[in-house]
């Protein structure tokens, strides 16, 4: 479903993911590797080492939502 069509992420939605990719950022700066937060956080991989990417570049705030809950 695309975006327009109402298939995007609820603002409470957004938040519970933003608070994992901050989890996330907490166990990277503990040394945790990228298999461990994957599976203790039950996504993908690939979604961790990219979160982890973005960390390494602008720390925990790269990984804050850039999109802002709807009023």
């Given at each position: 479903m695309r975006y327009g069509?109402?298939?995007?992420?609820?603002?409470?939605?957004q938040e519970r993911r933003e608070r994992v990719r901050l989890q996330a950022a907490e166990w990277f700066e503990a040394g945790e590797s990228t298999r461990t937060v994957a599976v203790r956080l039950r996504v993908h991989e690939r979604s961790v080492t990219c979160w982890r990417k973005a960390w390494l570049e602008g720390g925990a705030q790269a990984l804050r939502s850039t999109c802002s809950p709807a009023a």
């Open positions: 069509q109402r298939g995007g992420y609820t603002p409470a939605e």
